[in-house]
C-alpha cells in the first residue's frame, strides 16, 4: 500500500517548492496511514527516525501554495476520470454534536434532523459524470 501512495502523492509532492517540503510530504501521509495511536507531528517524525521540528515546521510554518496543488488535483480528475457531462459537486451536511470536545459546534440548521440544533457543518466537494 505504500508504493501506492507514493505513487499517488508524488505529482502533489512535486509541485512543493523545496525538497524538504516534497519528503516531508510523503513521511506525514504514510504517518496519517500507520498504526500509530495518536498521528501528531512528534509521533510521525518519530515514526520516520526523525527529530520533530522539521515535520513540525512543514505542518505549522512552511509556507507553501495551495493553488499549486489544486491544479495537480484538477490535471489528475481530468486526465483519469474526465468525462463531457462532468461536474464538481458541493454538498454543505450538518453533524449533530453534543459536548463541548468538538471544534465548530453551535446551535444552526442541521438537515439531517430538519431544525435547528447543535451541530457542526461541514462541506463536501465530489465529482459526477454519466459514467
Known amino acids: 500500500m505504500l508504493t501506492r501512495l507514493e505513487a499517488f502523492v508524488f505529482p502533489y509532492a512535486a509541485s512543493m517548492a523545496?525538497?524538504?517540503?516534497?519528503r516531508h510530504t510523503v513521511e506525514y501521509l504514510?504517518?496519517?496511514?500507520?498504526?500509530?495511536?495518536?498521528?501528531t507531528g512528534e509521533g510521525i517524525a518519530y515514526l520516520h527516525d526523525q527529530e520533530?521540528?522539521?515535520?513540525?515546521?512543514?505542518?505549522?510554518?512552511s509556507p507553501w501554495d495551495h493553488s499549486s496543488l489544486l491544479r495537480t488535483l484538477a490535471k489528475?480528475?481530468?486526465?483519469?476520470?474526465?468525462?463531457?457531462?462532468?461536474?464538481?459537486?458541493?454538498d454543505l451536511s450538518g453533524f449533530v454534536k453534543?459536548?463541548?470536545?468538538?471544534?465548530?459546534?453551535?446551535?444552526q440548521w442541521c438537515g439531517r434532523v430538519g431544525k435547528k440544533?447543535?451541530?457542526q457543518a461541514a462541506i463536501f466537494m465530489g465529482y459526477a459524470s454519466s459514467c
Not at 18 to 22: L, N
Not at 98 to 107: E, F, I, L
Open 30 to 39: 504514510t504517518g496519517l496511514i500507520s498504526k500509530l495511536e495518536h498521528k
Open 18 to 22: 523545496s525538497e524538504e517540503q516534497r
Open 52 to 61: 520533530r521540528q522539521g515535520l513540525q515546521k512543514f505542518i505549522g510554518l
Open 117 to 119: 440544533e447543535n451541530c
Open 76 to 90: 489528475q480528475v481530468g486526465n483519469e476520470l474526465g468525462e463531457p457531462d462532468g461536474v464538481i459537486v458541493f
Open 98 to 107: 453534543k459536548g463541548t470536545k468538538s471544534v465548530g459546534v453551535m446551535r
